[in-house]
């Protein structure tokens, strides 16, 4: 399946990153955690976003509590 | 009840007894600690106990409480704290060999206020390494062939089975509401921002929550009031006014709830979709609304976007470190501080920007109700100890820095716990109290401490 490829390419590239650091033998046991760390990655850069949308910041979520507590007053 | 008992009393409960001077905070403390010989080599809750301490403190605020002197509503309370909480004098080593001798020499703000409050800090509860995913010897109070779930594993168990009526956990993933489902209590977490991360071993500043444990929603408002407010040393910390949480569960009523079934039904297990089924059909029969709530686009990437930001935040926290310290780090610490250095900068970013479009939709779709209502988790707590079970049903919580809450909500066939999750508005932990409070007397689990086999 593509989405697999995609997953692969992604995989590959977040080990070859590591293994310009650490020894190839460590990189391979910890695997695993690179696997679920390459899912994560494919899914948000698969995810399509509006070109308005800007990080979060922890005012995003005050504006959006004093907002709520403005309205029920 | 005999003082020996004691251990028996939920926080209010104490605190009750002691602001009428029908206990002594030493003699609930003896009873704790009695309580703890007993269970502890069967649990593994405590890294370790201030025995010493706790007692001269117990003593002298025993006496003050004769004199009718009490320093605040925890006057006398002993608590539990997770080790990932800078405690002056008390070795806070996270779980890990890297920490394994540090001792802080500054209080976390959270054991100030506590300490103000009048609670005696007793001791630090277990952790998983860094409050991520390499478990902690802890076991589930209900079956100890069982995981109490993590990452504040310690704090759950301790608070299940009665050795303390209240302890301080975290959330980065599902860390507090988890273990509070597989131990059959109330787990809490604030808003994020709502109460001060100064002096807490980050795993994601983004994301980091502290969490409260319970065997009562009104003891969790409690704790609340103590715990919230604005503090400058933290950077992500609230100026939003504090209510008297207390207040809020004295005035409750059936609510409106939206009940989220997309992913959840489709993950949870049958025993798990049975009893929320029971547990709505009772709700709806005591008047409150329930209908189907609708999630929006965003949460198909908020579990990623939620590793995305976790795993890249606690590999920038740990970098320095590992470089020299590698292979003292646990394996899927390692792993995770390992990958997460590879991320991507515009992926982080990028799920940075999914979180902002999430907290947005999430907001706009839990207008429409008092709170969101689903399970705490997929199922109950699993066997074995190598795993804290899984976290997915809080993740998205933690990612948008919601207000979320359990309450136990039955028993499966093998006698473990189920909760029901809620969660509410940004900064409205007053509702989500209220509705809790309200869910937990219709449900009527009970509020005693459980006694391991």
Redesign the interface.
């Known amino acids: 399946m593509a989405g697999d490829l995609e997953k692969e390419k992604i995989l590959n590239r977040l080990l070859e990153a590591a293994t310009e650091r650490w020894d190839r033998a460590e990189v391979e046991k910890m695997r695993p955690m690179f696997e679920m760390a390459a899912d994560a990655v494919w899914k948000v850069e698969k995810f399509a976003i509006g070109p308005e949308e800007e990080p979060a910041y922890p005012t995003t979520i005050f504006y959006l509590g004093a907002a709520e507590k403005e309205k029920r007053l | 009840m005999a003082v020996l008992d004691a251990f028996k009393l939920t926080l209010s409960e104490a605190s009750n007894q002691i602001h009428e001077n029908r206990l002594s905070p030493s003699a609930l403390l003896e009873s704790l600690l009695l309580r703890i010989d007993e269970l502890e080599p069967k649990l593994r809750v405590w890294t370790r106990i201030d025995r010493d301490g706790a007692k001269v403190t117990a003593e002298k605020y025993s006496k003050e409480a004769m004199q009718g002197r009490f320093r605040g509503p925890l006057h006398g309370i002993p608590v539990g704290i997770k080790d990932i909480y800078y405690t002056v004098g008390m070795k806070t080593t996270a779980g890990s060999k890297i920490l394994a001798d540090f001792v802080p020499d500054y209080n976390a703000t959270t054991i100030t206020r506590l300490k103000e409050a009048g609670a005696i800090i007793l001791g630090k509860t277990e952790t998983t390494e860094f409050a991520a995913f390499d478990p902690a010897p802890t076991r589930n109070p209900w079956n100890v062939e069982h995981t109490p779930g993590g990452s504040s594993s310690g704090s759950a168990a301790g608070v299940s089975s009665g050795m303390i009526s209240a302890a301080l956990g975290s959330q980065t993933g599902g860390s507090t509401i988890r273990p509070a489902s597989y131990c059959g209590i109330v787990g809490f977490k604030p808003?994020?921002?709502r109460i001060s991360r100064h002096g807490i071993i980050p795993v994601s500043w983004?994301l980091d929550h502290v969490g409260i444990f319970t065997r009562t929603v009104v003891d969790a408002a409690i704790l609340l009031e103590v715990l919230a407010g604005y503090d400058p040393r933290d950077?992500?910390s609230?100026n939003?006014p504090v209510p008297p949480y207390r207040n809020a569960v004295s005035k409750i009523g059936p609510p409106e709830i939206g009940l989220l079934k997309e992913f959840f039904y489709d993950m949870a297990n049958e025993e798990v979709k049975k009893n929320l089924e029971e547990i709505i059909a009772r709700l709806g029969r005591a008047g409150a609304k329930v209908v189907d709530a609708k999630l929006p686009e965003?949460f198909?990437?908020a579990?990623?976007?939620q590793?995305?930001v976790m795993?890249t935040e606690a590999a920038a926290f740990h970098e320095e470190t590992f470089r020299t310290r590698?292979m003292d780090y646990r394996?899927?610490m390692?792993?995770?501080i390992?990958?997460?250095?590879?991320?991507?900068i515009s992926?982080y970013?990028?799920?940075?920007?999914?979180?902002?479009?999430f907290?947005?939709e999430m907001?706009t779709i839990l207008?429409q109700f008092d709170c969101f209502l689903m399970p705490a988790t997929p199922a109950p707590a699993p066997k074995g100890l190598e795993s804290t079970g899984d976290p997915n049903f809080n993740t998205p919580w933690s990612f948008?820095?919601f207000p979320t809450i359990t309450i136990p909500s039955g028993l499966s066939k093998d006698r473990l716990p189920f909760g029901i999750q809620l969660v509410g508005?940004?900064?409205?932990e007053e509702t989500v109290l209220r509705v809790a409070h309200w869910c937990e007397r219709m449900i009527g689990f009970g509020k005693d401490p459980h006694n391991p086999e």
């Not at chain 2, 970013?349 to 479009?357: D, M, S, T, Y």
């Not at chain 2, 508005?425 to 409205?428: I, S």
């Open positions: 808003t994020y921002g983004c950077t992500a609230s939003l965003s198909r990437a579990h990623a976007a590793r995305v795993i590698m394996p899927k390692r792993g995770m390992a990958s997460g250095l590879t991320v991507p992926t970013i990028k799920a940075q920007r999914i979180r902002g479009q907290i947005r907001n207008g948008c820095g508005r940004p900064f409205d």
